[in-house]
C-alpha cells in the first residue's frame, strides 16, 4: 500500500541537522482609486531616494521607455529580474539572511526531507526505472536538493538498483556558485569557451556520495528522460502580464515615465486593447483586475509533455491561489515589502502564482491533482510524526524551541500554512485502481493515493 511505504520511507530516512527562521510572505494592497486613473495618469511611482542605488538598470528602462513607449509589467519584470547585466537574479545574492527573502528549505529540514520523500515514493510508484533524474528549478542555494539527497542517501538500499542524477536549472552566475558549493563542495567544473549544442550544460560537479550534478540555463536543455521535477517559488518569479476591466473593457497596465520627472517610474493602463489583453484575458473572466503568466504556461506546457511521454511527475510548491485573487504584484528587499518600481534591479519582484491557469495549460496529457495547502501537503507526508522524532531526539530547550517555531511557520494558517500550494502533475498510467484493503477518504482527489494529496485510513 503507497501509503504503508511512505510511512516506512520516513522511519528509515531521517537524520536531524539545525534549522533558520525567516520567511517572506504578504501581499502590497494598493489604491483601487488610483487602479481607476485615466491612462495618462499614473498607478504608483518610484521615489527619488531609491533610483540612486542601481542607475544603470534605471538609465536602460528610461531609454527602453523612451525608444519604444510604455512597457508592459511582464517586460519590466524580464529586465529588472534577468538582465545579463544589471538582473537582480544575475548580479546579487539574495536568499537568506543577508537577502531579500528566505524560502522553506532555509526554515526546516522536514521540508526538503519530505519531498525526498514524495520523489522516492513516485520513483517507486513507476516501476523503479533504473535511470532517475532528479530535476530543479530554480534551485534556491541548494538547500533543498541537498535535503532530498541526503533522504536518498538514508534510502540506498531502496534507491541502489537506480542511476541517479541531478539537473539544476537556475539562471543566476551568483546562485550556481552556491549550490555547487553546497551539493558538491566546490565551485564544480564551469564551461569554458562557446556554448556546445550537444553539451548544453555550462557547469558540472559530483555530490561527495558520486550523483553528478549538472547545470543548466533552460528546461529544454535537461536531457530526456525519466524524470521527477520540482519547481519550488519558481513560478512566482515568472514576469507577469496586469490587466484591468474598464468601462471600455480590457486594457493592459504599463510601465512608463513620469512626465513631471522622467527619472521616475509609474504604471499606467493602456489607452487601447493590446496583443496581450485582447489573447490573455479568459472568456467570462469575472474579476477586475487579472495576473497572466505565459511563460508559467509554456513551462508547464513542456513539463507536461515530458511525463507524457517519457515518464516521471513534477511537484509545483508555490505561494498563490486558485484563481481567486486579483492585484498580487509586489517586491520584496531586505526581508520587506517594497515599491515594485523603486530601486529595479536592487529588490526581488514577484506575483501570487494562478494554479488554476497552470492546470489548464498542463492539458489532458497528465494527471493534475491539488493544489493543496503546504500545510495539508506537509501533514499528508507524515511531518507531524517526523517533528515527533526530532522532538524526542533533541535534549536542548532551545534547539526544541526553534524545531517547535520552524514547522509553525511552515504549516500554521497564520504563517505560510495556508498561503503555499502544492500542485503535481503525473504520468496518466499512474492513477490506476486502489489495491484491495485500501480506503480512500471520500474528499481525495485520486483513486490511488499520491503521497501529500490523500488522507488514508488502513483496515
Known sequence: ??????????????????????????????????????????????????????????????????????????EYMREVLTNPVAGYYVRKMMLGAEGDFITSPEISQVFGELLGVWMVSEWMAAGRPGRLQLVELGPGKGSLMADVLRVFGQLRSVVAG?????????????????????????????????????????????????????????????????????????????????????????????????????????????????????????????????????????????????IQQQGGAALIADYGHDGTKTDTFRGFKGHRLHDVLSDPGGADLTADVDFSFLRRMAGGGV???????????????????????????????SSRKQLIRSYDLLTSPA????????????????LAAPPTGLKLDRKSPAPLPVAGFSELRFS
Open 1 to 74: 500500500m503507497r501509503m504503508k511505504v511512505c510511512q516506512q520511507l520516513l522511519g528509515r530516512a531521517f537524520s536531524h541537522r539545525g534549522a533558520s527562521c525567516a520567511f517572506r510572505t504578504g501581499s502590497v494592497t494598493l489604491d483601487t482609486g488610483r487602479w481607476r486613473c485615466a491612462p495618462s495618469a499614473p498607478l504608483c511611482s518610484s521615489s527619488a531616494q531609491d533610483r540612486k542605488s542601481h542607475p544603470s538598470m534605471l538609465k536602460h528602462l528610461r531609454a527602453k521607455i523612451r525608444s519604444t513607449g510604455p512597457i508592459s509589467v511582464s
Open 162 to 306: 537506480a542511476s541517479v542524477s541531478v539537473h539544476l536549472v537556475e539562471v543566476s552566475p551568483v546562485l550556481s556558485r552556491v549550490q555547487a558549493e553546497t551539493l558538491t563542495g566546490t565551485g564544480g567544473q564551469e564551461a569554458s569557451g562557446e556554448p556546445d549544442p550537444t553539451d548544453p550544460a555550462y557547469r558540472r560537479g559530483e555530490t561527495a556520495a558520486g550523483v553528478p550534478v549538472s547545470w543548466y540555463r533552460h528546461l529544454e536543455d535537461v536531457p530526456a528522460g525519466f524524470s521527477i521535477f520540482v519547481a519550488h517559488e519558481f513560478f512566482d518569479a515568472l514576469p507577469v502580464h496586469k490587466f484591468q476591466r474598464t468601462e471600455k473593457g480590457w486594457r493592459e497596465v504599463l510601465v512608463d515615465l513620469d512626465p513631471s520627472d522622467p527619472g521616475r517610474l509609474r504604471l499606467v493602463l493602456s489607452p487601447g486593447p493590446t496583443l496581450a489583453s485582447s489573447s490573455l484575458v479568459q472568456a467570462g473572466e469575472g474579476r477586475s483586475h487579472v495576473e497572466v503568466c505565459p511563460e508559467g504556461g509554456a513551462i508547464v506546457q513542456l513539463l507536461a509533455r515530458r
Open 367 to 397: 494527471a493534475c491533482l491539488g493544489p493543496v495547502s503546504q500545510r495539508a501537503f506537509l501533514k499528508n507526508m507524515g511531518g507531524d510524526a517526523r517533528m515527533q522524532v526530532l522532538l524526542r531526539n533533541c535534549s536542548d530547550p
Open 415 to 430: 504563517h505560510m500554512g495556508e498561503r503555499f500550494l502544492f500542485l503535481c502533475l503525473l504520468a496518466p498510467g499512474r
